[in-house]
């Protein structure tokens, strides 16, 4: 069935740092893959999405491309700042408008 | 956006209790929402899936007699945990969405004690 496969945490980086966090899925068809961060006792917010194969998406600094040949869609950031340490969620949606999430991905960015 | 709605934000309740949590698309009309639970540092379970006038189908494990799941109308799905106990203590999101796009509530802290 259809999956989601995240990087495991906890990571931790100095402000400024590069983020990448590894995101690969299995699925069925053409599913649209999700990012999404949960701030402490907060419900998720969609950061950003890709519904086809090539397609980037990109918000507050954050990049993923839904890479099919490798059933990817790693997180990336150029330079984290202390405001993005969340938990960051990959996920997928397939038809049936239901969703398959990763295990999660804890980011604490330090000044 | 569109916007999905939850309330309470947080309950607490005495072991034996029910607690109801309501799930609301505030400027949409949602065919599909669904249930998740997340425990402490951990990701989102589907718990169940309400169609709009049709009854809930729930996900493997899942009780279904104790999550009570109603989705009465368009704009509203309820999920009530009947006689709660301290392992229900969860984060419950709902999400609310049509055959496009689903939006996520902001989720509800239950604790049971």
């Known amino acids: 069935g259809d999956s989601v496969t995240q990087m495991e945490g906890p990571v931790t980086l100095s402000e400024e740092a590069f983020l990448t966090i590894n995101c690969t899925y299995t699925a069925t068809g053409y599913p649209s893959l999700f990012w999404y961060v949960q701030y402490p006792g907060e419900g998720l917010q969609l950061l950003l999405k890709a519904t086809k194969a090539d397609d980037k998406g990109s918000n507050k600094g954050f990049e993923a491309t839904y890479r099919k040949e490798t059933t990817s869609f790693h997180l990336e950031k150029g330079s984290v700042q202390v405001s993005d340490s969340a938990v960051y969620f990959c996920?997928?949606?397939?038809?049936?408008?239901?969703?398959?999430f990763g295990t999660g991905t804890s980011l604490t960015v330090i000044p | 956006g569109a916007v999905v709605s939850q309330h309470p934000s947080r309950v607490i309740c005495k072991s034996g209790t029910s607690v109801k949590i309501e799930c609301r698309s505030l400027?949409?009309?949602?065919?599909?929402m669904f249930w998740y639970r997340q425990f402490p540092k951990q990701s989102l379970m589907l718990m169940a899936t309400?169609?709009?006038?049709?009854?809930?189908?729930?996900e493997q494990g899942v009780e279904k007699d104790k999550f009570l799941i109603n989705h009465a109308s368009l704009t509203l799905s309820t999920l009530t945990v009947t006689s709660a106990h301290p392992e229900d203590s969860s984060f419950y999101i709902c999400s609310a969405g049509t055959q496009y796009e689903q939006y996520f509530g902001p989720g509800t802290r239950l604790t049971v004690t």
């Open positions: 996920a997928l949606k397939n038809t049936g408008n239901q969703f398959y």
């Open positions: 309400s169609n709009e006038g049709s009854k809930a189908t729930y």
């Open positions: 400027d949409f009309q949602a065919t599909t």
